[in-house]
Every structure is written in C-alpha cells, then in structure tokens.
C-alpha cells in the first residue's frame, strides 16, 4: 500500500504548533496530528480519511515528560514502567498493547486519542468500495452505517485503547491546548459517544499531557484484558479496577472496548456499596449489565458482554489480593 502525500510539519514547541494548526485553519487546510503514527499512518495507507497536512508533536520538549505524576503525550509505551516511577497499574497495561516493537513507537497521547475501531471500517479502500462505503468515511457518497442502518447519523465504532480506564481508575486528568488556549479536565470527561468524534479536542487543539494525583501512587490496581491473541491484539473488552487498599469507599472501575468510549462505573459502583454488597460477583453483574457492544469487533457482542462479568470479578479480586 503506498502512502497518500501529505506535507509534513515540525514544530519544536506548543507555541509553534498551536499557531501551526492556526495558521492551517486560517487557510481552510484539513490536518491531523501524529505521534508515533502506529495507528494514524495504516489508516492513512487506507486511505481512511487522510488529511494534506501532518503536524508532528515530536519535537516539543513538554510532550516527552516523565513522572509518576505527569506523563507527555509523546512518552512511548515501553516506557511506562515502574522503574520510570510509573504506576505499577500502567506498566501493566502498557505492555499489554500491541507488541514490543509497537510499543516503542507507540504514545500515550496516541493510544488515549486512538481512533475508533469497526469492521467495516478498517478496511483497504478497495474493501471498502466493494461494500459502498459507510458513514464514518463515504467518500461523499451519504452511506449509511453498516451496523446501525437508516440512522446515518450516528457512528458507533468502537474505542479499543488500553490505556485509558486505567488512566481513569487513578484519577487522571488531561491538558489539552490549543488556539483558544488550555483547558484541564478529568479523563472521564474527555470522550464523547460518537465514534466520528471520539473527543471534546476542539480543531487544532491537542493533548498535551496527562497529569495523576499524588493519591494514586497509593492505590492498588488491577487490569484484565480479553483479546484474541495475546501477541498483539486490541482489546476485544477491558476492566481496570483500583482503591486505596482497605477503604472500600474508594473503589473504581472503568471499562474499555465495549462501545465508543472508555466509561468510569461510578453509578454501578455506588449501588453496589450503598447496597452494603461487598461480594465482587454482584458488582461484576451490575458492570455487566451497563455495556452494551455492537457487532463491530473481531469476536461476538454477546461473548465480549458474557466476559465483561468474568473480566470484572477477577480485576476486583485481583486488587483484593
Ligand atoms: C498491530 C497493532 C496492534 C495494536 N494493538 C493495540 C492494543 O492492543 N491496544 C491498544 O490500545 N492499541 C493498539 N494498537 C493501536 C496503537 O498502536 C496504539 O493505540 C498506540 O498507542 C497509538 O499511539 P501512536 O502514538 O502510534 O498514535 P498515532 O497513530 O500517532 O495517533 C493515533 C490518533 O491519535 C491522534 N493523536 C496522536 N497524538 C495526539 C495528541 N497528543 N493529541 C491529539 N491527538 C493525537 C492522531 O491524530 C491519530 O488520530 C495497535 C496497533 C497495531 C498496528
Ligand atoms: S459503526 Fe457504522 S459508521 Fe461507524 S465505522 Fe462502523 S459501519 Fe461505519
């Protein structure tokens, strides 16, 4: 497959690259940013939506930092490790994505911005062709969506990034920035149910960093996956859980790959405690119940959301441990 042109550009700080995408909007010209491009450069050889211009974060200083308690967006996943004074929950999942050489391409900021996924979707062009197309890239055509039809307005590919219920069971924030400046919100907040959307990002704005409590080096945490191949799979349905060891009014659980967002049960959790139920089962059962998959991913809606109670329960009995 060869690459679509595209120009490409390197600005060497947040100010250069705010008034880059600035100056870009200002012409009309359409981009898109690229870290490690493990996920934005396939697609773009897909022809899936590529854009005439790429803005590069690799040479802003800021991106790269590493602590326990502020990660870059340009941090690669092969370095999240407890050595680095990363999070033990993190180091967890980060290795748990793609493969060794992939991970040290692949960011932070690139795995919590990932686009989502569908099989329909992620297809070569000519695959894609062959079915006429569907809403999320119809190449003009108005097709609709091949898993919910006679809608058309809604996309409801699925968002399959590890990273991001783990973030969330430790509290995270993000740093985002852009022309109209910068803005801080809680991870929980930053996605949006749309899979063309994904995101609160405004058009030029980008994740600078994710920024963590100090609290959170505290917590235990646990992850579990279920994929396909335990190679290099996305995650088919994921469960991060994590509290402050001892004080049950601090549980979190997310889950991820299970509709068009990453979501944070905090309604399931409170039930479940208001309810004095410390049997991890009957919460299992309740996260279990909140998700409903599609049929857009490699394994069955109904299989993943049968996992979800098993995933569920072996992540709380992991912190429990
Ligand atoms: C074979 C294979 C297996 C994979 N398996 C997994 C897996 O198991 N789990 C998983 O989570 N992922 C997986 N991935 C997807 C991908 O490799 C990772 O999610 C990776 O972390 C993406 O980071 P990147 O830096 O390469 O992102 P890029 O490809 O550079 O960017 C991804 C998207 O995010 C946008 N973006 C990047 N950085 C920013 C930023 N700072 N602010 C705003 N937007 C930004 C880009 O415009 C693009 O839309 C896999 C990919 C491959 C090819
Ligand atoms: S969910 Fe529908 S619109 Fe979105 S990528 Fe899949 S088929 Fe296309």
């Given at each position: 497959m060869l690459m679509p042109p595209f120009e490409l550009h390197h600005p060497a700080s947040v100010k250069e690259a705010v008034e880059l995408a600035g100056s870009l909007m200002e012409q009309g010209e359409a981009f898109d940013w690229v870290a490690g491009g493990t996920d934005v450069l396939p697609n773009y050889k897909w022809r899936i939506n590529p854009k005439p211009h790429v803005i590069s974060l690799a040479g802003i200083d800021e991106?790269?930092?590493?602590?326990?308690t502020e990660i870059g967006c340009m941090v690669p996943l092969s370095s999240l490790t407890e050595e680095n004074g990363v999070h033990s929950l993190l180091a967890e999942a980060a290795s748990k994505v793609a493969s060794s050489l992939i991970r040290k391409s692949a960011t932070v900021g690139g795995n919590l911005c990932l686009d989502t996924r569908c099989f329909w979707y992620n297809q070569s062009e000519d695959w894609r062709r062959s079915i006429d197309w569907c809403h999320k890239a119809d190449c003009?055509?108005?097709?609709?969506?091949?898993?919910i039809p006679n809608q058309n307005t809604l996309c409801v590919a699925t968002?399959?990034?590890?990273?991001?219920?783990?973030f969330m069971v430790l509290n995270a924030s993000v740093v985002l920035i852009g022309p109209e400046g910068e803005r801080t919100m809680p991870l929980t907040e930053f996605y949006q149910l749309d899979g063309m959307k994904k995101n609160v990002l405004q058009t030029g704005e980008f994740l600078l960093k994710v920024q963590l409590p100090k609290e959170s080096m505290k917590r235990k945490g646990c992850y579990q996956k279920l994929r396909v191949r335990d190679s290099w799979d996305f995650p088919e349905?994921?469960?991060a859980a994590s509290w402050l060891p001892g004080d049950a009014s601090t549980l979190l659980v997310a889950s991820t790959a299970l509709e068009s967002i990453p979501r944070i049960h905090t309604e399931q959790v409170e039930k479940h405690l208001a309810a004095g139920d410390l049997d991890p089962v009957g919460l299992a059962k309740m996260v279990q119940k909140s998700v409903k998959p599609v049929n857009n991913t490699?394994?069955?809606?109904?299989?993943r959301r049968s996992m979800v109670k098993t995933l569920t329960k072996r992540a709380l009995l992991g912190i429990l441990e």
């Open positions: 991106a790269h930092a590493l602590s326990a003009g055509t108005g097709a609709d969506c091949r898993v968002y399959q990034g590890d990273l991001a219920p783990n349905a994921g469960i490699a394994l069955p809606p109904r299989y």
